[in-house]
């Protein structure tokens, strides 16, 4: 069968600096830096105190309260991201084939809290009283679960786990799934909530997070300054449709997905390839499905996660799959304000991308301000940008050597 277009029609989000599109994209333009001191506990005893939450969330707000009883936190900002989507999309259910309709939510680590929560609770009265709905809650394909019975979604529903990539990768699925006819509709992006002792213990230990515990100077992509990510949590779900039945019923639509790279590097568990070559093998792939040159990408939002390999080796990459027109696209890391969302990272970026089309836009990278030599692109440090974005590139990179990059364009008919 011939290839079929693939459009976005609904966004929705749910971050450390806003909890919906809207709310998340004006705190982005304003430079809003979600950082601060950890809330969830206790972190007397710990050397990393810092995270970005998200603040203000009341899911008996935004779903049935019973229902969100029964969730985790990271399925809880799914379902509320999805339901934004849904009515950005107007995406009305009852008139559609419910098999035709499917959803791909991915979690980097799944319901981490419920996990350390339960394990205090059997230490402490026994393992007879653990949670009724602990398995339930914390299994990873739940975000993906809820959602679907949610919206009573009935097409394909898989939920992909490739840590920091797992939410570029279930776009590009999705993606696939309608351009190769498996669904006319997808719900797609990530979810995650894991600002708890034993991720902040256990990222600590890797010395992957950020050495300081000043807000303003912890997430530094692509600075020379720069000393790890720092942890953050949220969602993001977009709704990808056949672009005939998004204007069959009328759908607004917010750019159109064109290309999708994903590879492996092969290499360590934690550090990307040193030369950058698979995650350029993503961006070229992505490229090419797209039809595309370098010089026609306006923009990257790069997966910029502070790191000092990870800043490096991307840089490399982009180098590597752009050549000479890797000093003309503007690049930002998203991560500045709102810090690593794991696996929700890559569908909030994503939504980052539409928006920065939409308005023509590319924000700052909050806080860097100095690259190191040899990282010589544009970063957009010290001020945001005005400029055409008719194709926008994210890209996502995940421990255990995951790469994923999506390319959207601007809509044209």
Not at 105 to 119: F, R
Request: proline share 3%; glycine share 12%; with cysteine.
């Amino acid at each position: 069968m011939e290839k079929r277009r693939v459009v976005v029609t609904g966004m929705g989000a749910v971050t450390p600096i806003g909890n919906d599109v809207d709310s998340f994209w004006s705190a982005v333009k304003s430079g809003t830096v979600g950082i601060g001191p950890i809330t969830r506990f206790d972190t007397t005893d710990f050397k990393v105190t810092i995270a970005a939450e998200v603040k203000n969330f009341e899911a008996k707000e935004r779903m049935d309260p019973k229902a969100a009883k029964r969730m985790e936190t990271f399925s809880q900002y799914a379902c509320a991201a999805a339901l934004e989507a849904a009515e950005q999309s107007g995406l009305d259910m009852a008139k559609e084939d419910p098999f035709r309709v499917g959803v791909i939510i991915g979690s980097g680590v799944g319901g981490l809290e419920s996990i350390e929560n339960n394990v205090h609770r059997i230490d402490e009265r026994g393992p007879a009283r653990a949670e009724l709905l602990l398995v339930p809650k914390m299994i990873a394909n739940m975000a993906a679960g809820n959602v679907s019975i949610l919206m009573g979604a009935r097409g394909k529903c898989t939920s992909v786990v490739t840590a920091c990539a797992s939410g570029t990768h279930s776009i590009g699925d999705a993606y696939r799934e309608i351009a190769w006819g498996g669904a006319d509709v997808m719900f797609a992006g990530g979810a995650e909530s894991t600002v708890t002792k034993v991720a902040i213990a256990g990222f600590t230990s890797l010395t992957a997070l950020a050495k300081t515990n000043d807000p303003l100077r912890a997430s530094l992509p692509f600075d020379k300054d720069r000393s790890g990510f720092v942890l953050g949590e949220g969602a993001g779900v977009v709704v990808l449709e056949e672009l005939e039945h998004a204007i069959g019923r009328g759908a607004p639509i917010f750019g159109e997905v064109v290309g999708y790279g994903a590879t492996a590097d092969a290499y360590h568990i934690t550090s990307p390839i040193e030369d950058g070559s698979g995650a350029a093998r993503a961006m070229t792939d992505a490229m090419k499905e797209a039809g595309i040159t370098p010089d026609e990408v306006d923009y990257i939002n790069a997966h910029g996660t502070g790191t000092h390999h990870n800043d490096l080796f991307e840089t490399l990459a982009i180098k590597s799959a752009f050549g000479d027109a890797a000093k003309k696209v503007s690049i930002n890391s998203t991560k500045s304000m709102i810090g690593h969302l794991l696996g929700a990272a890559g569908a909030v970026e994503f939504v980052v991308c539409l928006k920065a089309i939409q308005e023509g836009y590319v924000h700052q990278t909050v806080g860097s301000s100095e690259a190191e030599e040899g990282m010589d692109l544009d970063y957009t440090f010290g001020a945001p940008k005005q400029r055409e974005i008719r194709y926008a590139m994210s890209n996502s990179l995940g421990f255990g050597g995951h790469n994923a990059t999506l390319l959207v364009k601007k809509y044209e008919a």
